[in-house]
C-alpha cells in the first residue's frame, strides 16, 4: 500500500476518539528509506544512532496503532471470518507479526528461535517461496492460537526486532531498515483491511453492533461538483526517488495523455441515489457484461451495506447503522458499479495516470485514518470548484488494469510476490480512504482490486473526454 509533502504534524490524537496516540512528528529518514536504497539523508549505506532510534520509533509507532484499533473488540469478534475476502482481526494481528518473522529474524537474527514454528504455516498469506499455508476461507476456524497467545506472539516478535535493530552495526542496518520498512507498510495495508473486515463481520450481525461511537458530520448541502480541465502532454507517472514506495509504483516513465476533465468531488450518495431511482441496477445497457452477471449473481441493488427502510436507504458504519447522508460521498460500489455509473451520466472514469496527473496539484492530507471519522464525509463547500478530496473518504477506481508499468521488476525473492504476481484481473484504485494512514498514502500509490470487490472503501470519481 514518497512522502515529500508528509513532514507535518500529526493531529492531534484525541480527535481519532479511538483513544489512538500518534506522535506529534515523525522523521522520516529510515521509515522512508526505499527497498533496495541508500539512506536518502546519510547519502551512504548504513546507519547512524539517530536512524536507528527513528525506526524503532516508527516500528513501534505502528505496531501498537495495530493493537490501538483493536482496543474496541470484544474476544468473540477477533475470531469470526465474515467471508474468504476477509480475515478475522486476531489473523491480521498474527500475519503482521509474521512477515516481520519470516522476513526479517528468520534471515537477519542468526540466533533467533520461533515462539511457535507452526506459526510460519498457520499465517502465512500467500508466500508460495515461504511454504504450504493453511486454507484462506478456513482462518476464521482457528480458535487456537487464543487473542492472548496472539499477543504474546506480538510482543515476543517485536522484542526481537528492536534489539536486532539496536545492535545492528551500519552494514547489517542496510540491509535491515528496508525490509523492516516493508514490514512497517504492509503493517499499514493490513490496518485498513483489519478495519474493513471489522466492519463486514459488523454488518453480518442483526445487532448492528458499533466499532466507534461517533456523530458524524453532517452537511445538508454538498458542494457542488464541477468539471476542471487537465491538459494533455507527456506526463511522467510513477514513483522515483529514495522515499519509500512498493515495487508496483516504479519504474517512473512517460504516458501521453490527451486533454480531459476531471470532477472537482467524488460522486455522492445522493447522485448515486438517482442512479438506483432511475433504473440504473435494472438496465444492462449501462452495465458491462460481467458487471451484469456481477449484478444477477450477487443480487446486487445498492452499494454493499445500504439497506431499504421504506422510501429511506439506511447503511451500515463503523458507527453503526444509521439514515444515508445524501452528500457523503458514495462508498462500496465495485468497479461494475463505478463503471455503469459513470455511463449513465454520460462520463467515465479516470484512468490511473489521468487521476496522477490531477492529484498533483493537491497536499496529501484529507478525511484519512487520523481524521477519527472512519467514514467519507461531504466536501466542504468552502472549497467548491477546485479539486477536493482525491486524498482519504474512499478510495477512487480508476479504468486501468493493473499492469506493470514498463520496465517493471518485482523484488527478487520471496518478497517477489508481494505485488507482482496480482497483475490479472483487477483495476487500480487511487487517493487512500477514511481507514488509510497519511503515512501510507502518495500521489503514485496504486492499490488494487477486483472488479466485482465491495467490501473495501472504494468511491467514485468522474473523467470525461474534452472534445477535440
Ligand atoms: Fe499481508
Not at 13 to 19: D, H, R, T
Not at 391 to 420: C, F, H, I, K, V
Given at each position: 500500500?514518497?512522502?515529500?509533502?508528509?513532514?507535518?504534524?500529526?493531529?492531534?490524537?484525541?480527535?481519532?476518539?479511538?483513544?489512538?496516540?500518534?506522535p506529534n512528528r515523525y522523521t522520516?529518514?529510515?521509515?522512508?528509506?526505499?527497498?533496495?536504497?541508500?539512506?536518502?539523508?546519510?547519502?551512504?549505506?548504513?546507519?547512524?544512532?539517530?536512524?536507528?532510534?527513528?525506526?524503532?520509533?516508527?516500528?513501534?509507532?505502528?505496531?501498537?496503532?495495530?493493537?490501538?484499533?483493536?482496543?474496541?473488540?470484544?474476544?468473540?469478534?477477533?475470531?469470526?471470518?465474515?467471508?474468504?475476502?476477509?480475515?478475522?482481526?486476531?489473523?491480521?494481528?498474527?500475519?503482521?507479526?509474521?512477515?516481520?518473522?519470516?522476513?526479517?529474524?528468520?534471515?537477519?537474527?542468526?540466533?533467533?528461535?520461533?515462539?511457535?514454528?507452526?506459526?510460519?504455516?498457520?499465517?502465512?498469506?500467500?508466500?508460495?517461496?515461504?511454504?504450504?499455508?493453511?486454507?484462506?476461507?478456513?482462518?476464521?476456524?482457528?480458535?487456537?492460537?487464543?487473542?492472548?497467545?496472539?499477543?504474546?506472539?506480538?510482543?515476543?516478535?517485536?522484542?526481537?526486532?528492536?534489539?536486532?535493530?539496536?545492535?545492528?552495526?551500519?552494514?547489517?542496518?542496510?540491509?535491515?531498515?528496508?525490509?523492516?520498512?516493508?514490514?512497517?507498510?504492509?503493517?499499514?495495508?493490513?490496518?485498513?483491511?483489519?478495519?474493513?473486515?471489522?466492519?463486514?463481520?459488523?454488518?453480518?450481525?442483526?445487532?448492528?453492533?458499533?466499532?466507534?461511537?461517533?456523530?458524524?458530520?453532517r452537511q445538508s448541502k454538498p458542494?457542488?461538483?464541477?468539471?476542471?480541465?487537465?491538459?494533455?502532454?507527456?506526463?511522467?507517472?510513477?514513483?522515483?526517488?529514495?522515499?519509500?514506495?512498493?515495487?508496483?509504483?516504479?519504474?517512473?516513465?512517460?504516458?501521453?495523455?490527451?486533454?480531459?476533465?476531471?470532477?472537482s468531488r467524488p460522486v455522492t450518495?445522493?447522485?448515486?441515489?438517482?442512479?438506483?431511482?432511475?433504473?440504473?441496477?435494472?438496465?444492462?445497457?449501462?452495465?458491462?457484461?460481467?458487471?451484469?452477471?456481477?449484478?444477477?449473481?450477487?443480487?446486487?441493488?445498492?452499494?454493499?451495506?445500504?439497506?431499504?427502510?421504506?422510501?429511506?436507504?439506511?447503511?451500515?458504519?463503523?458507527?453503526?447503522?444509521?439514515?444515508?447522508?445524501?452528500?457523503?460521498?458514495?462508498?462500496?460500489?465495485?468497479?461494475?458499479?463505478?463503471?455503469?455509473?459513470?455511463?449513465?451520466?454520460?462520463?467515465?472514469?479516470?484512468?490511473?495516470?489521468?487521476?496522477?496527473?490531477?492529484?498533483?496539484?493537491?497536499?496529501?492530507?484529507?478525511?484519512?485514518?487520523?481524521?477519527?471519522?472512519?467514514?467519507?464525509?461531504?466536501?466542504?463547500?468552502?472549497?467548491?470548484?477546485?479539486?477536493?478530496?482525491?486524498?482519504?473518504?474512499?478510495?477512487?477506481?480508476?479504468?486501468?488494469?493493473?499492469?506493470?508499468?514498463?520496465?517493471?521488476?518485482?523484488?527478487?525473492?520471496?518478497?517477489?510476490?508481494?505485488?507482482?504476481?496480482?497483475?490479472?484481473?483487477?483495476?487500480?484504485?487511487?487517493?487512500?480512504?477514511?481507514?488509510?494512514?497519511?503515512?501510507?498514502?502518495?500521489?503514485?500509490?496504486?492499490?488494487?482490486?477486483?472488479?466485482?470487490?465491495?467490501?473495501?472503501?472504494?468511491?467514485?470519481?468522474?473523467?470525461?473526454?474534452?472534445?477535440?
Amino acid at each position: 500500500m514518497g512522502h515529500a509533502m508528509l513532514d507535518h504534524d500529526m493531529p492531534c490524537p484525541e480527535s481519532i476518539g479511538l483513544g489512538i496516540s500518534i506522535p506529534n512528528r515523525y522523521t522520516r529518514r529510515v521509515a522512508d528509506t526505499k527497498v533496495g536504497t541508500r539512506s536518502e539523508t546519510t547519502g551512504r549505506a548504513g546507519s547512524s544512532s539517530s536512524e536507528a532510534t527513528d525506526l524503532r520509533l516508527w516500528y513501534r509507532h505502528v505496531r501498537d496503532l495495530t493493537q490501538q484499533l483493536c482496543r474496541t473488540l470484544a474476544t468473540e469478534d477477533y475470531v469470526v471470518q465474515s467471508m474468504p475476502d476477509c480475515s478475522p482481526a486476531k489473523w491480521h494481528l498474527a500475519h503482521t507479526t509474521w512477515f516481520f518473522e519470516t522476513f526479517v529474524l528468520s534471515r537477519a537474527a542468526t540466533s533467533y528461535v520461533p515462539l511457535d514454528p507452526r506459526y510460519r504455516y498457520l499465517v502465512n498469506s500467500y508466500y508460495e517461496a515461504v511454504g504450504d499455508r493453511h486454507p484462506r476461507p478456513q482462518r476464521g476456524l482457528l480458535s487456537r492460537p487464543t487473542v492472548d497467545d496472539v499477543y504474546a506472539y506480538r510482543s515476543y516478535v517485536d522484542q526481537h526486532v528492536l534489539d536486532l535493530v539496536t545492535e545492528a552495526d551500519e552494514q547489517e542496518m542496510a540491509s535491515l531498515a528496508p525490509i523492516i520498512t516493508l514490514g512497517i507498510h504492509h503493517e499499514q495495508q493490513h490496518q485498513e483491511l483489519l478495519l474493513t473486515d471489522v466492519k463486514h463481520l459488523f454488518a453480518q450481525n442483526p445487532l448492528h453492533p458499533i466499532y466507534v461511537t461517533r456523530t458524524p458530520p453532517r452537511q445538508s448541502k454538498p458542494s457542488p461538483m464541477t468539471w476542471l480541465t487537465v491538459e494533455g502532454d507527456v506526463h511522467w507517472i510513477g514513483h522515483d526517488g529514495p522515499r519509500f514506495a512498493f515495487d508496483n509504483e516504479g519504474p517512473r516513465h512517460q504516458e501521453f495523455i490527451r486533454d480531459f476533465q476531471i470532477a472537482s468531488r467524488p460522486v455522492t450518495n445522493g447522485e448515486f441515489l438517482e442512479f438506483i431511482n432511475d433504473g440504473g441496477y435494472t438496465r444492462p445497457d449501462l452495465w458491462l457484461s460481467a458487471g451484469w452477471s456481477a449484478l444477477q449473481e450477487q443480487q446486487w441493488e445498492a452499494p454493499m451495506y445500504w439497506q431499504r427502510d421504506g422510501s429511506a436507504w439506511w447503511l451500515m458504519t463503523l458507527s453503526g447503522f444509521r439514515e444515508i447522508d445524501p452528500s457523503e460521498p458514495v462508498c462500496h460500489v465495485s468497479y461494475m458499479e463505478a463503471d455503469a455509473y459513470a455511463r449513465w451520466r454520460g462520463a467515465r472514469l479516470p484512468t490511473e495516470a489521468e487521476w496522477e496527473v490531477a492529484a498533483r496539484g493537491s497536499e496529501v492530507n484529507g478525511n484519512l485514518l487520523e481524521s477519527g471519522h472512519l467514514h467519507p464525509v461531504a466536501a466542504p463547500s468552502s472549497d467548491a470548484g477546485r479539486l477536493q478530496q482525491m486524498y482519504g473518504d474512499g478510495w477512487e477506481w480508476t479504468q486501468s488494469s493493473y499492469s506493470p508499468y514498463p520496465g517493471y521488476r518485482p523484488l527478487p525473492g520471496a518478497l517477489g510476490e508481494y505485488n507482482g504476481k496480482f497483475m490479472c484481473n483487477q483495476y487500480v484504485l487511487r487517493g487512500g480512504s477514511c481507514a488509510t494512514s497519511t503515512s501510507h498514502i502518495r500521489p503514485t500509490y496504486r492499490n488494487f482490486f477486483p472488479p466485482d470487490a465491495r467490501w473495501q472503501f472504494s468511491s467514485i470519481r468522474l473523467a470525461r473526454d474534452v472534445e477535440l
